[in-house]
Every structure is written in C-alpha cells, then in structure tokens.
C-alpha cells in the first residue's frame, strides 16, 4: 500500500520531496495559505489543502490527517526544527520525518549544543550565557574582543552581530534579542563567543536511523555568505581537500555528537576553520539543509529518500563502508533580491524563465513564468549545481550555467553570481566567510558592467531584427556582434 506524506513546506524544497516521494511510489500532498495558491509547489502533491498558515501546527496536523497522510516531512524553515511540532506530529499518530524531538533539542538550541560539544571533547570556541546588556559586556571582557552575541535558537544570519570594541557586547545585546524574537517567536537565551577573522564554514551532513547506525556523507564547504546568509555551497571542501588530516577530525567530531543523542534522520553538524586549520563546533541543524544538494551529487545519496524510509520505520540502506566521494559539486543561490539596493527583497511577476541544461547540470527550483513573488516569504527561486569530475570541471559548469539562467520581471543576484564564479579567486578556492562583503563594491561594479555589455548586446540584436523586417532581408546576413562566448547564448527558445 502506497504510503502518503503530506509536506509541511513550500517553495522548491516542498517539490523537491514531492519528487523523492513519487520516485518511492508515495503520495506526496502539498499545502498552501491562501496568498500563496497559485505557486507551483502546490501542483506537485496529487492533493493540495489550505492552511491557515505554513506556521499553524494545528491547521497542518488537520490537513494531514484529512488526506489520510501518515508521514510529514516538514522541509526546511518554518516549523522544520521546532520539536513541538514533531511531538504533535507523533502525539496525532504521524510518523516525522527528522530527528526524535529529543535530539531536536539536545542539538537544535546552540547554547545546550556547545555545551554538549565541550563535555564530550570536541572543541568549542570561548563563550559564556548573557541575560542581560550588562553581562554581555562582562562576557567580551572576560572572552576579549572581537565577540559575536547569538540568539540561541534563531538561524539564518538572523540574532547575530559582531562586536569589536568594549561597549559594543552591551549595545547589540538588545538588538539581537529582539531581532531573535521577531525573527523565530522565541530566540532562545544570548550568548557570547569568541570571534574568528576571515574563517572557513564546513558542515558534515549526517544520516541516522532508529536502529542506531549514524553515518556521515562527507563534509560541505559554505563560506561565501553574504550577511551570514549561505550564497555558495561546494562538496567536497577546498581547505579540507588542503589540510592534511581536517576531513577526519570534522567527521569524528560531527559522529561524536550525532551518535551520543542517538540522531535520526537527516541533520547536519557546522564547524567554522581558522587559518591554521583549527576546527570549532558552532551549532547542529536538526534538518534537511537547502544545500543538501552537492552532497547528493559526490554521493549519490537521496538524503531526502533516507528521510522518508526512516520515518517508515526502515533501516538506513547503506553502510558507511558505501558511502564515496565522486567529484564535485558546486551550488549556486538565486534570490529575488536587489544587491545594488542592500539586498533588498524583489517583488514582480517572472516574466521569463528559462534554466540551464548540459552534462552535470541540476536545477532545483520553485518558479516559474508569471509567478508573482512576494516579499512574504523566503526569497530564494532556485539553487543551479554544477557537477564536474573534479573542481575545475564543475567550476567551468556552474559559469556556463549561470550566463544561461534567466529571470525576468524581478531582480535577482544572478549578475552577482556570474561575477562571483568567474572570479580568479573563486576558481582557486581562496575565499572566507566575509569576502563577499569585502568585495561587495568591486563585484557590483564588475556585475553592473555586464549588465551595460548585455544591454548595449540586447540593442544592436534588436536594432539588427527592425532593419531585416524593414527591407534588409536579402541582404548577406553577417555576424552582429563578436564576442568570445558568441551572442546569443544559449541557443535554443522557449
């Protein structure tokens, strides 16, 4: 009997688990408030019901149990980490699909996660709690300067700031309080840490089942971030693949805390390098990651298919012995966002839409022609991965993809993105988690010139089109433009 699940997310990730379900022989169902009817997520379930909100556990348990669905998988945001949910879930007679509640929050709040990391020796970085503007002060002191103050359940960039001088730690400790609060509801306690220049950001994805096998599937490399918001994702690790003897600790580490809470699921544990290639436990994502992506391709693991059968009550099917890295693998983030208006969320209707294709090419979208797009939710329209045999080859392959995707209609960082892959130090693997806003004003001034070269190429295209239509037409037909990757580019419509 095929099993139903109903996903409790939208945007591409909610189609992206529909299409693992379909390909398991489930039935996915899909969910929608009503602002949001017209999206595709909506058509990939073989039903679709009403919420109240991607956020009312009550309005979603009700859906699910209305459509006879017995497993959720919440995706990613949202309530995606709130063990309460999960419990409610469960307590309704639903199988989750992601770590036991327990786990959820043994690993899922950080504060309780560093201090599981230091009692079982993997290595943490200098902090201590803060309740008040007045402790937050005490801690940098005691800590040293530079600190970063965190809200110990918020994510995504967001309940984070750095602080440089004294006097510093007091003053953002109320911004990041409340900003942890509008942000997730409750952010959890602020706590401070010590601050690292210009680190490295690897994660280790880890898959767990209820039978206690917990593995690993090799590590991912995050530290283009812009804002502390995850831009460009590789797997395997550039520095890891450098430093002689890294990969092993972060894999040790990362099993160490997911084997100690008995982790099921899919669930990722994060670690920032210093320059000398010290590694320091940050926090563990009781989730499905949105880059989740790369490591499918260097594995050939479904982790979203491994959630699946795990919420069915089956074993992992692979053994740690199975699990190999085969090339590369290179994420990029499309976002309706304006980088040259401070990343400001776009709004608009997709006028065009058309992905990239080739050997090694994957596109994980949740757009299409005449969407609108709203500030309302989360800005991100689709991940393009590139796979190559080695780094080089996949590097090559996001280039070419990324001067084929189009999106019209809303501004997007796509011109950004170009800039960014074709940089010489992104092909040399050189970058930390804050290049990108070191360099922000010198790649919006390269990206700005593509646009002018692309504008001035769009012109004469057209200009030459009117003077065919106006007589020309017989004509010998020369070449309007030369450029080195030829124009236009790809070649096919539609």
Known sequence: MARRVLIAARGEVAIRVARAARELGWEPVTIYEDADRASPHVLAGIVSVPVRSYTDMDSIIEAAVKTGADVVHPGYGFLSESPEFAERVLDAGLSWAGPHPKAMRMLGDKASAKA?????????????RAT???????????????????????????????????????????????EARLGFGDGGEVYVERYIEAPRHIEVQVLGDEDGRVLHLYERECSLQRRRQKVVEEAPSPLAERIPGLRERLLG???????HVGYTSAGTVEFIVDRHGNAYFIEANTRLQVEHGVTEEVTGVDIVKMQLLVAAGNRLPLRQ???????????????????????????????????PRGPGIRVDSGVEEGQRVSSRYDTLLAKVIARGMDRGEAVARLRAALREMVVAGVETNLDLLRVVVES??????????????????????????????AAA?????????????????AAPRLAVVSHSYGWPWPPWRG
């Not at 580490?253 to 084997?259: F, K, P």
């Open 116 to 128: 599981l990391a230091e009692r079982l020796g993997v290595p943490t970085l200098p902090w201590c």
């Open 132 to 178: 008040s503007p007045e402790e937050a002060e005490a801690c940098a002191e005691k800590i040293g300067y530079p600190v970063v103050l965190k809200a110990s359940r918020a994510g995504g960039g967001r309940g984070m700031r750095v602080a440089r001088r004294p006097g510093e730690a007091a003053s953002l400790y109320r911004l990041v309080a409340v």
């Open 253 to 259: 580490y990362a099993l160490r805390l997911a084997e």
């Open 321 to 355: 012995s199975d699990v190999r890295l085969h090339g590369w693998a290179i994420e990029a983030r499309i976002y309706a966002e304006d980088p040259w208006a401070g990343f400001q969320a776009s709004e608009g209707v997709v006028t065009r839409y058309r992905e």
């Open 424 to 453: 010489p130090w992104f092909a040399d693997g050189e970058y930390s988690t804050t290049l990108l806003e070191e360099r922000l004003p010198e790649l919006l001034e390269a990206a700005e010139e593509r646009r002018a070269l």
């Open 457 to 473: 190429i769009a012109s004469q295209l057209h200009a030459h089109g009117n003077g065919l239509r106006g007589g020309a037409a």
